[in-house]
């Protein structure tokens, strides 16, 4: 199937069965080993179209994978976003008001505003506070080389580079400057913390090895933290390539478009032309820039490009 030249290798499939959990919060699952380790959660559909990550979470809770040691949460976040997702515009159901994956501060999460989102954030607060170890499970709307995105602490980058797959990192420096995901809520911020929070972005939406992908490497976190053995026939981890955030542009008037058709790792010039917000350029801040998840359709308020720098 096909949509604008979209092909649809991976549809949702209805969720009903996963509503109840066992924790009282509606899609999500704990499960306790009885024995000391970590607790480490897997959370996806933070985005309702990125369906990777329910491949991913339905994989755990349909093979009846438990904990050896420590705590197993697995969480279908956004599924009010994900139930409404048409293929006649499959990128609609990104989103139902606010992007869930900027709003896990307090000025959100106790604030006045209201929404689907900030409603299911509120819910699954607890559930995120109490993790220690976070796995958030992503995709993108290009087709385009997997990566880890995470905050420049250590301890996420010492896992992610263990992990070996993917093997493009976005590294933050200074956290997201346009909103607060759920791997930067409460302590997975704060450069003291002690837990490691991920985010995995397993290639384009739709397709199946994005979804493949995401089973590979919730396992591989999994086993990286003992809560599951670790299985023989993966690859020993390549060479590694890191670029650190420098900017993000936001789109600030309509009709914003880039110079050259891009999707993402795409590698420009210091002071060449990138794109055009309005009347604005928007130009590399240093040779070798390297842009990360360009807009597939730039919209008022949202973000237009990550420009980084290669590590």
Known sequence: MQHEGTTFEV????????????????????????????H????????????????????????????????????????????????????????????????????????????????????????????????DIHSTAQEVEPFWVYPAFERNARVALALGRPDVHLVMPGGMSTGTPLIEHGLHGEAHGQGVALVAECGQHFKRASADLAVD????????FGLIDTLPSWPTVGQQHRFELLSTAVVKAEGAYFARPVKGLESFDKGELIGFDGEEEVRAPCDACTVFMPSRKPIVGREFVYLTRPL
């Open 11 to 38: 549809l949702p499939r209805s969720l009903d069965a996963y509503r109840a959990g066992n924790t009282g919060i509606d899609y999500v699952h704990s499960f306790d080993s009885g024995k000391p380790g970590p």
């Open 40 to 135: 480490v959660l897997v959370n996806a559909l933070t985005h309702g179209n990125e369906f990777c990550g329910m491949v991913a979470a339905a994989h755990l809770l349909d093979n009846n994978v438990r904990p050896k040691v420590g705590t197993l949460t697995v969480s279908f976040a956004n599924v009010e976003a994900y139930e409404s997702f048409s293929q006649d515009d499959p990128f609609a159901s990104r989103q139902l008001v606010h992007n869930l994956n900027r709003i896990w501060s307090p000025q959100w999460l106790d604030g006045e505003l209201d929404s689907p989102e900030i409603r299911r954030a509120r819910a699954l607060r607890p559930v995120v506070a109490a993790a220690d170890h976070i796995l």
């Open 217 to 224: 490497v919730t396992l591989r976190f999994l086993a990286h």
